[in-house]
């Protein structure tokens, strides 16, 4: 059947009034208030190919406009009335019985017949909500309502066919107040034809409009250059910016040869799927299904989509829904909105997913304070790798205020550390041979920069016998080498990068040095980055006549964003940084000439400030700790060549707990509903590494081997990382 032969008539005169066929939509605000949450969720509920059935595929529409998405994400159209203005309904046919509003009516005098004798109110309805029942095909709203106003001319429609149905536009008219009194959401009009309005139409469409539903037209079916009335109300001022007028595309996105273009109405203009549309036949026409063409068809599309889009977002205003269809069109023809497609076609996927800017809101109201989701993370370093994923959810606005579902996790990047060989082969770039000036009072050294890193320059300056004044860019004289992996090490690269220590010698073996350290050194960058972290420390160190060593250590490191490097921004901003106050305990005790124990104990203890500026409200204090034991021998297989083995834990942080005020929904009037969540940032685990390292000099000692091998338990106390094991083999030369 051709609908456009049957429903889009010539103009006529009925009762002194223009007579058409026309479609229609309009709305109320789209639901209830309330504390309901309408997430959609970035990630699907469901499969969109969960839906993509065989009775999916009949229709014609669905596949073409990307319908299983809105499906995906739970919208089917429940809770939505859509008010088919047209010729009635089959209210028995099997896909439509469930879906007929009780308000559906005839507002004919006197016929009080809600049948569809001329078949084409049927067919319309059939593409909004047609039932998901295996059977048949199902329509873009399956779970809708349909509020059937049978508006046709008392004995225009001959049964069977509407060819001659009319409508007149005062009837129109009355159907249109019907509508809006009782609470459609969506009025579909698919119906048109006509030069002009009256005024009781017009004054009626305009009211709908300013009454916030959504109305949608059939663009006609002449292929003129531009819709005909009731369609060409959509790009009026009267409408507000709350219609939309639809044309026709086959089944290749190209226009239909009968559908009127967009032309003066392109900015209100949309297409949809028009062609060999399968929907439900009226038992006047046999019943069961048809394929049908035109405009007709290709509204009530637009009209489901309509109520997809408010049911999973039903806080939209009539204006927003109407701006979501339209924008997120695909784009056909010229690029941009073009006097032939309008804005493209209907594509539900794309209206479905978030538009502008994603953000997290700060405040109890959806227009309140708001930070860029995308500007908003936490970076836990590799010691927090372990921490228990970050499962809860929370809420994204976009540009309409939609809601959107999100894992706090997805926020989270959680670096891991990977045993860095660049970084031990180049341990062997040691400092070049000391430079003295002024007497030999003033001591230079240098090791030059690799690949890996910038290098190091230290100097060492004598201000009177006994004290020394030392300053650095980088690793600092008598650095502890890299061959023996100590907690203190990864401690200290958090503000390695400048430092100044004055020492003491005090007598009696001991020494005190006193001093302070800044920044990071970047070398991927090879700039100082970081600068906001500042170690001051304090050190006591004995050595004895037997050559032992014990060092014991207290500082406090001052960092202006989370502890131990974790990185934090946005929504998810610490806010005023961690102080964290450590000590250190550790010997190097020769047991012969050649061989020597070492050991070494850490502990740490972090208060974190926090502001209520973002969704960080409470951090608590927490303790770290380390520790490392170890034998080192020379001379072991090789003159000058060394050993070392070492079992440690390194630095694990214990009980980081932080209070999130998580924004998880919003209701309708717009306020934000807001939940404390509690997440703990370290972990269960406990990583223990066993090393071994073996380095030998070679001819002039420029020349070095280097062997190799570290088993970490737990990695990053991570307690789901099985054992790794890294070998190493290196050969080192400096020229």
Not at 104 to 126: E, F, K, M, W
Not at 342 to 350: D, P, R, S
Not at 545 to 557: C, E, I, M, N
Request: contains cysteine; aromatic residues 6%.
């Amino acid at each position: 059947m051709d609908l456009r032969r049957r429903l889009l008539l010539g103009t006529t005169l009925s009762m002194g009034a223009l007579s058409l066929s026309a479609c229609g939509g309009g709305g109320a605000t789209g639901g209830s208030s309330g504390l309901t949450s309408y997430g959609l969720g970035l990630s699907l509920l469901f499969s969109p190919s969960t839906f993509e059935t065989v009775e999916y595929g009949v229709s014609g529409a669905l596949a073409q406009t990307n319908a299983s998405s809105a499906y995906g994400v739970g919208a089917t159209g429940s809770g939505m009335v859509v008010a088919v203005i047209d010729t009635g309904i089959d209210t028995t046919h099997v896909e439509l019985a469930s879906h007929v509003h009780p308000d559906s009516t005839d507002i004919i005098g006197g016929r009080g017949a809600l049948q569809d004798v001329g078949n084409h109110g049927t067919p319309v309805s059939g593409v909004i909500a047609a039932d998901r029942n295996a059977n048949g095909m199902h329509g873009m709203a399956y779970n809708s309502q349909i509020m059937a106003i049978r508006a046709d001319s008392a004995g225009s429609c001959s049964v069977g066919s509407s060819g001659s149905c009319t409508f007149d536009q005062t009837d129109l008219a009355t159907a249109t107040d019907y509508a809006v009194s009782h609470n459609a959401d969506i009025l579909n009009y698919s119906l048109g034809n006509a030069l002009s309005l009256n005024s009781a139409f017009q004054g009626s469409l305009a009211n709908a409009a300013g009454s916030g539903h959504v109305l949608v037209f059939a663009a006609g079916n002449n292929g003129s250059s531009s819709p005909d009335y009731p369609g060409a109300f959509a790009s009026s001022s009267e409408a507000q910016g709350r219609a939309i007028v639809v044309g026709s595309v086959d089944a290749s996105n190209t226009i239909s040869a009968f559908s009127n273009r967009a032309g003066s109405s392109k900015n209100a203009y949309m297409v949809a799927p028009g062609e060999n549309i399968v929907s439900t036949t009226s038992a006047s026409a046999g019943g069961g299904y048809s394929a049908y063409d035109g405009t007709s068809l290709a509204a009530p599309s637009v009209s489901g989509a309509a109520a997809l889009v408010w049911q999973a977002a039903p806080s939209l205003s009539a204006n927003e829904v109407v701006s979501i269809l339209l924008n997120t069109a695909t784009d056909l023809g010229q690029a941009g909105v073009d006097s032939t497609y309008g804005h493209g076609l209907l594509n539900l996927k794309a209206a479905l997913a978030p538009q502008g800017t994603l953000t997290l809101s700060l405040g109890n109201r959806v227009d309140g304070h708001e930070l860029a989701a995308a500007d908003s993370r936490m970076t836990l370093p590799a010691m927090m790798t372990g921490a228990p994923e970050l499962g809860q959810s929370l809420m994204l606005l976009d540009a309409y205020d939609r809601s959107y579902s999100v894992l706090l996790e997805n926020f989270v990047e959680r670096r891991s550390s990977p045993l860095d060989i660049a970084r031990w082969i180049d341990s062997d770039h040691e400092f070049d041979k000391e430079e003295r000036i002024l007497d030999g009072r003033v001591a230079f050294q240098a090791r030059p920069a690799s690949e890996r890193d910038n290098g190091d320059l230290a100097l060492r300056a004598q201000l009177q016998p006994g004290t020394m004044l030392d300053i650095a860019i980088g690793r600092p004289m008598d650095a502890a080498s890299v061959t023996r992996p100590l907690p203190s090490a990864g401690f200290a690269e958090l503000s390695q990068g400048a430092s100044m220590a004055i020492g003491h010698q005090l007598g009696y073996g001991f020494e005190w040095r006193m001093g302070f350290s800044t920044a990071i050194v970047d070398t991927q960058r090879s700039d100082l980055d970081g600068a906001d972290r500042t170690d001051i420390s304090s050190e006591l160190v004995h050595r004895s006549a037997s050559g032992a060593t014990a060092r014991l250590s207290l500082g406090q490191l001052d960092e202006s964003d989370g502890p131990f490097g974790m990185e934090s921004a946005g929504a998810l901003a610490f806010g005023d940084g961690s102080r964290t106050v450590h000590g250190r305990i550790s010997i190097d005790q020769p047991i012969t000439s050649d061989l020597s124990l070492f050991a070494e104990a850490m502990l740490a203890r972090t208060t974190v400030s926090s502001t209520a500026t973002g969704l960080v409200r409470d951090v608590g204090n927490f303790r770290s700790d380390g520790y490392a034991l170890g034998l080192a021998s020379r001379n072991l297989l090789r003159d000058a060549d060394r050993f070392a083995v070492t079992l440690m834990q390194p630095l694990r942080p214990d009980g980081l707990e932080a209070s999130l005020d998580l924004p998880v929904a919003r209701t309708l009037d717009g306020t934000v509903i807001r939940r404390r969540h509690d997440v703990r940032l370290s972990g269960d685990g406990r990583e223990i590494d066993l090393a071994l390292d073996y380095r030998l000099p070679l001819h002039d000692g420029r020349t070095v081997l280097r062997l190799g091998g570290i088993l970490r338990h737990e990695a990053d106390h991570d307690p789901a990382r099985d054992l790794d094991f890294v070998s190493l083999f290196g050969l080192t030369h400096r020229f």
